[in-house]
Structures are given as C-alpha cells and as structure tokens.
C-alpha cells in the first residue's frame, strides 16, 4: 500500500517554513524521507522509527505519529536549495531484507 | 567513498528490444535494489538482489530480470520492451540488515 503525501506541491519564499504530511493505511514502523532534485538521484534525509528514535538530516526535522500512522517532515527558514521533490517511504520487509514504497512526492519550490 | 554508480545514462530503444542496465553499489554494500521512476511518481520497486540470488520482487512481470555478480555490481535486463516501459531507473544499494538505501544517479530509458 502506497503510502499518501499531502501537500502534492508547496511555493514558498526563502526564510518561510513547511510540512510535508506523509499517512499509511497500514501499521507503521519506520518512515524515510529523501529529496530528488530535478534530474538527479533521490537524496536521503532521514528515518523516522517506531518508538520516536530520528536519524539523519541536521536542518530538518520530522516527527513519527504512530497513532495516526503519519509522519511529518518540518522544513524551517527554507532556503533556495530545499526546492526540489520530497519522497516518503514506508518499508516492505522480509526474512532476509526490506525494500520502500515511496509516495508519490511532494513538490516544494524555493524563491527568492 | 564512491557513491552508487550507473550506466548509461541515457539509452533509447524501440519496441521489442532488450535492454541492459548497470549498477555498481557504493563501497562496504552488499544488497542491491532496483526502482523504476515514471514522470512525476515516486520510485516503484522492481526487485532486490543479495549474495547474488534475487531475494524479493515487487509487482514487475517476468521480462524484467537481474543479476547479481560477486563483486556486488548488479544488471537490470528488460525484454520486449514496451512504451510503458519508459521510465527513469534507479539502483539503490545497503548493508544487508541496514535500513538507509542510497541511489545511484539512474539511467533514463526512452522506448518509442
């Protein structure tokens, strides 16, 4: 089950802040977060888990809703280089691996 | 450290032809995984391959087909191609047991 991202597209002026809202119909137990800018590989941000525990990125942040099966990625003071399209994924896992279904993304531009 | 790595960059076919895509995974990684990127989606995962046996595939028929080598270098064939098939193709590398994948800079296939 894919995993849905609201907004699908979000315009902002540098120093304005945004959240990027990612939900599950299933159970969660870890969320990631990556970036692809425009012709260029996906990015990894970070990992939300289960029991609240954030890994990766220093200038934003993300929290981990078990309860509401969401997770949310907080972009403060954005600058130009945040623009680019935000992917979350939830994992697949099996005995002896995991795999993501992503999102369809959320586009974030950046002006100035 | 050598990121992921993939070639070509770009190729174009027709229908019906064969294609083969390569993946070299980032340094210390073991475990290769293969997503495919339509125009505006999220990356769709293909399969995953570890010790050279493909150990779990996502919704992808029997024309797309991989390899793992000994070295952890990995193939992505697809045959009889369609105009679907368009799309671009990411690979995506880990420790086994290790959550964060990295992607390589994919390979965008053009099939007319």
């Known amino acids: 089950q894919q995993p849905v991202q609201s907004p699908q597209a979000v315009i902002l002026r540098e120093g304005e802040d945004a959240v990027i809202n990612c939900s599950s119909s299933?159970?969660?137990?870890?969320v990631h977060w990556y970036r692809q800018k425009h012709g260029e590989a996906p990015v990894f941000l970070m990992i939300?888990?289960?029991?609240?525990e954030q890994k990766g990125h220093d200038k934003i942040s993300a929290s981990f809703n078990e309860k509401k099966q969401q997770s949310s990625l907080y972009l403060t003071a954005s600058q130009l280089s945040y623009s680019g399209t935000y992917f979350c994924g939830t994992e697949i896992s099996w005995q002896a691996g995991t795999a993501l279904i992503f999102g369809k993304g959320t586009t974030l531009s950046v002006s100035s | 450290d050598a990121g992921v790595t993939q070639s070509p960059t770009h190729l174009i076919k027709t229908r019906g032809q064969q294609v083969t895509l390569r993946c070299s995974p980032k340094?210390?990684?073991?475990?290769v995984s293969w997503y495919q990127q339509a125009l505006g989606q999220g990356p769709q995962f293909i399969f995953q391959?570890?010790?050279?046996?493909?150990?779990q595939r996502g919704n992808f028929p029997d024309r797309f087909s991989g390899h793992q080598f000994p070295n952890y270098s990995s193939e992505l064939n697809v045959n009889a191609l369609l105009l679907g098939d368009s799309a671009l193709y990411l690979c995506a590398s880990s420790r086994q047991y290790q959550e964060t994948q990295y992607f390589g800079p994919g390979t965008r296939l053009l099939v007319l």
């Open positions: 299933k159970a969660l137990y870890s």
């Open positions: 939300l888990l289960k029991g609240g």
């Open positions: 391959y570890y010790e050279e046996e493909e150990r």
């Open positions: 340094s210390g990684h073991d475990t």
